[in-house]
């Protein structure tokens, strides 16, 4: 169970228990005195007063809204969960033959053919693919910029494992069913 679910089930919990205290309030101020307005004469009638219509109105109103949360947040509940591990397929921006330096240079959605890159910043938020095709990078070191916390994870762990245990690093990537791609 998610912490969303979890979130819904409270909220879902408080609605019902909102519901059940104003409950007798709803039945203290609509039917009651429809009932005894029918038991007693028609020249003795309870009158009703303008706070009693307005508190109908606000009892109304509240039972009403707290339905519509519930529908809300049963709606919310049932909706699939998004799991994004692999892109879509998409045609990527095709940028060729470009000599880009000291900018930054987005990477997601862009294949790049026959590029330089002289002193980038290269920026990757993870939200589509990209590629290389005999490109070249000129500067002394190489610098990524995101703004998402899995591409930060991913570039943070690959750093670690690096400097703790050396050697090549090669990255396995897999289908939707797990198994390894060539």
């Known amino acids: 169970m998610t912490w969303d679910q979890v979130n819904a089930l409270l909220a879902l919990g408080l609605l019902i228990v909102a519901f059940l205290a104003a409950l007798p309030v709803w039945i203290t101020i609509w ?5 005894k307005r029918k038991s007693q004469s028609e020249d003795s009638a309870v009158k009703s007063t303008p ?3 307005r508190l109908k109105w606000i009892s109304v109103s509240l039972v009403a809204s707290l339905g519509f ?3 809300a ?4 509940w049932w909706q699939p969960a998004i799991r994004v591990t692999h892109f879509p397929p998409m045609k990527l921006e095709q940028v060729n033959d470009k000599y880009f330096k000291n900018e930054v240079v987005k990477l997601d959605g862009k ?12 920026l990757y938020d993870g939200t589509a693919s990209y590629s290389f095709n005999d490109c070249h990078n000129r500067g002394a070191e190489i610098r990524i910029q995101t703004n998402s916390d899995a591409v930060e994870g991913g570039l943070s762990l690959q750093k670690i494992l690096q ?8 990255i396995i990537q897999v289908d939707d069913k797990g198994n390894p791609l060539p």
């Open 73 to 76: 947040i049963i709606g919310a």
């Open 111 to 122: 294949q790049f053919n026959h590029v330089t890159f002289e002193n980038v910043t290269y």
């Open 163 to 170: 400097q703790q245990f050396g050697g090549a690093m090669r």
């Open 31 to 35: 039917p009651m005195p429809q009932i």
């Open 51 to 53: 706070f009693a219509r």
């Open 69 to 71: 949360s519930a529908a």
